[in-house]
């Protein structure tokens, strides 16, 4: 530890000998100066605080393994100490390690007008493992920091801290000695220029040529290809820096810039940069070029700054742009303020102008808007997608039907309500054939006629006249309609083509191929999008990827409201969306993990300093955002949406992080986030005032094996929503939490009154399950809040047909809410006792329903056994209504249990076969359950149309 008496009677410019200072933090609280003789470094460093001030040397700009530098000044001295840092904690002494030494020696120390001011110095090398060698020509990372608190053998955190990569000097002399320190990347002017001879540079017999910007910015050029060179004036109406850049596109991302400015003391530093992307460009000396300007003369005249210099048309190697004889551009720009060392503040106006540099000829301003970016492509599609989505949705099956008119516009076939199909001759009518015989084998659809997709084999409609008898078609003498025959949509192959797509699953995976089709549509448009705006040359491929990111993040959100503009648009429900959100999540997550490959490999300074990616603050915060997203993509995974759902809702609140870090990396990102984001406040807009209600609710059954059943008024659901069976509501219990809100089955249908059953599996479901028992107990109502109904459920028994319904374990719930619309059981059954239908028992000659339930435990059956066995009854003593054929399959328990009840695990295949077989009719499957169970009801649908079943395939989304 150096300590020393204060020193007032010297003053900053004493110390400094009045130069600009090399190192200043943007918000210039701090400023550091240094000069190299004799083989000794002296800085001195100003900050606006009383407190302790921190100097750092670092060779990749974190603090832990750093040289640091602390001082302060007390009534009672100064204080400097020479310290190392292991960690993020506060220095040790570099004498607290074995063999360290205190090399620092402070020359004076003061405060003046709240500003402490310091000069320290040190050897270049000391020798001591603990302190960071300073080398000729090699740039190393000052740390800068201070606090506003004093120092002390235990002093506070910082306040302010940061770091900048500097280079301290530049080479030797031929005697070895060291010289004076200068900017390692910028050209300067020793002595003051009094003027910018235009006249001399341009002289009438030159082809000059002059842009001028409406900022006051300026520029004129001449080339001389004889000479291999071009001279530039740049001048603008400011004190500070000016500059221009050579671009062969219209962008700052991989130009040529110059940068410039006039000291007080009339001498000119002119920077030879070179710009990777919208930051401040760096000096082509930190990036292994030279600098490639000569004949520099400057001038600050009456607030005007005005500075000329030449440079070779073929330039000096990768960070110089070639000037050609072809058109180019020109971007000019000017600073408020003079530049420090190699750093400058940004811009405060710029433009873009096309020229051509050899003929002298400037084309006039470019827009740099007016250039299509990835992210712009990636939005205009997404919203021209959903136009396309909604014609096409909506245009086929209008078209099928038109073209179904047309080709059955001399017959139609239709069912008698004694079971007779007939062939209508054209303009006869089903009420014209009411005495006609029955048929053995026809089915009708209880009592009304109704129109089917069989064709007469043996007699083509086109033989048919409006005279001829008519003839009744057995069923058993039509064929089976294959998957691209005409459907019943008027006989459109296009439209049984569209959906076959729509019901074969993708081996290995949970999804139709028009979902695998469409998703790669998506990512034939993020392609074909970075192929061709990279094949323009505006900037390189990472920087284009990582356009492409910030357009899928307008893209992401659009699946991801509940109200989406999706569903408004193509009729897609929320419980289908959200897949492609996740899908388009992963995709973004491969864009951003590409664009930091590629930024890595070929970024001129990433790829050979790896460390200036935390250095930097564009680059740390898109590191940042990476990382975010690598988490918000792992906490969605399945195994942790799936067992925690609480986590997984938490865990996305890192987006919030990510959109910050990524805006922090980019401004590009900020009108596609706007647009984002006024898309998802309008959703919640809508679910805030239209979607939730809050309600007390009527009852509440905790008595049921592992799960409860709430009952409240159908009121809660909005009523221009709740439309069909099987729709889903999200829920709010404000007594657990105020933020947690659940998906859960509607049980019932549209109805004066609405139930869910919830299964206990832990966190909030089992938190409720105690609450509810509470309050039952008390013989309290709980308060609830409810959003929604959602969904578009595909439950549906065809004309004459079948459908069959699968259901594992609380997959139940939508299908029972269907059970109890077909039966009339709306507001739900205490008891029944309904005879058991078997198979075997069902007359083909009617609809049916058959349900396959497969649950763990035979106690579960109880929580509808009540509904179904009523079902049962009803289905007996009505005739109008479908059959029902109830199995429930236990799964995990040994014991002797009564029918419908069954233990071990159910062939679905060989039931679905059995049931397409057993009726030549349309059926219609639907299943809710575990993905497992999915797989083989979908695996054994998609058979059966396979083998020239008429088999409809839907699923229910068993988790969201």
């Not at 429900?573 to 959200?578: A, D, I, L, R």
Request: some cysteine.
């Amino acid at each position: 530890t150096t300590t020393t008496t204060t020193t007032t009677a010297l003053t900053l410019a004493a110390l400094t000998s009045g130069r600009n200072p090399d190192f200043q933090n943007p918000a210039g609280t701090y400023k550091a100066w240094w000069t190299v003789a004799n083989s000794t470094i002296t800085v001195t460093v100003w900050c606006q605080t009383t407190g302790w001030v921190g100097f750092g040397l670092s060779p990749d700009a974190f603090m832990p393994d750093s040289d640091v530098y602390v001082g302060w000044v007390t009534a009672s001295g100064a204080t400097i100490f020479d310290g190392w840092t292991f960690d993020y904690a506060q220095p040790a002494h570099d004498t607290d390690y074995p063999g360290g030494t205190n090399d620092v020696v402070l020359l004076a120390a003061f405060e003046t007008g709240g500003a402490t001011i310091m000069q320290f110095k040190r050897a270049l090398n000391t020798g001591d493992a603990r302190d960071v060698a300073i080398a000729a020509n090699s740039p190393v990372y000052l740390l800068w920091a201070y606090s506003l608190s004093e120092g002390g053998p235990v002093f506070s955190q910082h306040d302010d801290k940061g770091p900048a990569l500097v280079t301290f000097f530049t080479a030797t002399t031929a005697t070895g000695q060291t010289t004076a320190w200068t900017t390692a990347a910028a050209t300067t002017t020793a002595a003051p220029s009094t003027s910018v001879n235009l006249t001399a540079l341009f002289p009438p017999t030159a082809s000059a040529a002059t842009v001028a910007a409406p900022s006051g910015v300026r520029v004129w050029w001449t080339a001389n290809q004889s000479r291999g060179v071009i001279t530039f004036v740049m001048q603008a109406s400011t004190s500070g820096w000016v500059g221009l850049a050579v671009a062969s596109a219209p962008r700052m991302p991989r130009s040529d810039p110059y940068v410039g400015w006039v000291a007080d003391s009339g001498a000119v530093t002119l920077l030879d940069c070179w710009a990777t992307d919208y930051i401040q460009p760096t000096p082509d000396t930190l990036l292994g070029g030279a600098s490639d300007t000569r004949n520099i003369t400057g001038v600050q005249s009456a607030g005007v700054t005005t500075i000329s210099f030449t440079r070779s048309l073929a330039g000096t190697g990768a960070t110089d742009i070639a000037v050609g004889t072809e058109d180019m551009y020109l971007l000019v720009a000017s600073g408020l303020n003079d530049g420090v060392g190699q750093s400058f503040a940004q811009h405060s106006s710029s433009y873009v102008y096309s020229v051509n540099y050899m003929r002298g000829v400037s084309y006039g301003l470019v827009s740099q808007a007016s250039a299509l970016t990835p992210a712009s492509v990636v939005a205009i599609t997404a919203v021209a997608g959903l136009v396309v989505a909604f014609l096409l949705l909506t245009g086929i099956p209008l078209l099928c039907r038109k073209r179904g008119k047309r080709s059955n516009g001399s017959a139609r076939q239709a069912f008698t309500p004694d079971g007779r199909l007939v062939v209508l001759p054209q303009g006869r009518q089903p009420n014209d054939y009411l005495d006609i015989s029955p048929a053995s084998e026809a089915v009708h659809s209880g009592g009304v006629f109704a129109e089917t997709d069989l064709v007469d084999s043996r007699q083509s409609v086109s033989d048919i006249h409006p005279s001829a008898p008519l003839h009744p078609i057995s069923r058993a003498s039509v064929a089976p309609a294959n998957v691209g025959a005409p459907d019943k949509q008027g006989g459109c192959s296009a439209g049984a083509i569209f959906r076959g797509l729509t019901q074969w699953r993708v081996r290995l995976m949970h999804v139709t191929v028009a979902e695998l089709l469409f998703f790669g549509l998506i990512v034939m448009v993020n392609v074909l999008t970075v192929v061709y705006v990279n094949n323009q040359g505006l900037v390189d491929l990472a920087t284009n990827l990582g356009y492409l990111s910030v357009g899928n993040i307008f893209l992401i959100v659009f699946p991801a409201t509940k109200n989406s503009i999706i569903t408004l648009l193509a009729g897609i429900p929320f419980e289908k969306t959200v897949m492609f959100h996740r899908w388009i999540g992963y995709l973004l997550l491969g864009t951003v993990t590409l664009h930091l490959a590629l930024q890595w490999r070929d970024h001129p300074v990433l790829s050979n300093d790896r460390a200036a990616t935390f250095s930097d603050s564009k680059y740390r915060a898109g590191f940042m955002a990476w990382c975010t997203l690598i988490a918000i993509a792992v906490f969605s995974m399945p195994f942790v949406r799936l067992k925690s759902f609480e986590f997984f809702k938490i865990s996305h609140l890192l987006v919030i992080a990510f959109f910050v870090f990524v805006v922090m990396h980019t401004s590009e990102v900020v009108p596609f986030l706007i647009a984002a984001m006024a898309l998802y406040a309008l959703d919640k807009a809508i679910q805030a005032v239209v979607a939730v209600r809050t309600v007390t609710t009527i009852d509440i059954d905790t008595t049921i094996a592992g799960a409860i059943k709430i009952g409240f008024p159908s009121a809660a659901c909005r009523a221009a929503a709740h439309t069909a069976p099987g729709q889903y509501v999200y829920i709010n219990v404000p007594a657990i939490s105020l933020v947690q809100w659940h998906p859960f089955s509607l049980t019932t249908p549209p109805g004066e009154h609405a139930e869910i059953c919830v299964r206990e599996v832990g966190g909030f479901t089992r938190s409720l399950r105690s609450l509810g028992r509470q309050l039952a107990a008390a013989g309290q109502p709980m308060r609830i809040r409810v959003d929604g109904p959602y969904g578009r459920p595909g439950f549906h028994v065809p004309d004459g047909g079948v459908c069959a319904l699968f259901a594992g374990g609380i997959g139940i719930t939508p299908i029972i809410a269907f059970i109890r619309s077909v039966y009339g059981l709306e507001g739900g059954a205490k008891s029944a006792t309904g005879d058991i239908m078997w198979p075997d028992d069902v007359s083909p000659a009617r609809s049916v329903i058959y349900l396959t339930w497969v649950v763990g435990y035979a106690e579960y059956y109880n929580w509808f056994a009540a509904d179904l066995q009523a079902a049962m009854e009803v289905a007996q003593a009505d005739p109008s209504v479908p059959q029902f054929c109830l199995e429930v399959a236990v799964t995990r328990s040994n014991r002797t249990v009564a029918p419908p009840l069954q233990t071990g695990r159910p062939d679905i295949n060989s039931q679905l076969r059995n049931i397409v077989d057993r009726h030549n009719a349309p059926v219609e499957v639907n299943v809710c359950g575990p993905p497992g169970m999915v797989h083989d009801v979908w695996d054994a649908a998609v058979a059966a149309q396979l083998r020239g079943h008429r088999v409809r395939f839907n699923r229910e989304t068993f988790e969201i």
